[in-house]
């Protein structure tokens, strides 16, 4: 059964810093793509980041709302998604989400509170 658990949210201050990461299990996660989303409050989702497979063409891509201070990675041993926020702003409060979009699976999220 595929599986995928986000972690590592919490509080954070403005400037500051958190990794997320997305534990997966259940499919050959070096075979497929792995996007990253959120849901601020009354806010539809926002996809944030996608990163490709090992064997995909291109760079990650991300918004323009997180592009420069959020870095999504894949350790691929692990079968494991990261995403590290840094700079963080009150607007990325949200709670955050992993999804597999070949398969349409998601984890249950994380929350992500900024403030100060």
């Known amino acids: 059964q595929v599986h995928l658990v986000e972690s590592g949210g919490g509080l954070a201050q403005p400037g500051g810093s958190l990794r997320l990461s997305c534990t997966t299990s259940g499919f050959a996660f070096n075979m497929y793509d792995i996007r990253w989303y959120r849901q601020a409050p009354e806010k539809e989702r926002e996809l944030i980041a996608h990163t490709f497979r090992p064997d995909g063409v291109g760079a990650t891509i991300y918004a323009e709302s997180v592009r420069g201070r959020f870095f999504a990675s894949r350790d691929n041993t692990k079968a494991t998604a990261y995403l590290l926020m840094n700079s963080l702003k009150s607007d990325d409060t949200a709670i955050y989400y992993c999804?597999?979009?070949?398969?349409?699976?998601w984890g249950q999220g994380t929350q992500v509170t900024v403030s100060s």
């Open positions: 999804h597999v979009p070949a398969l349409d699976i």
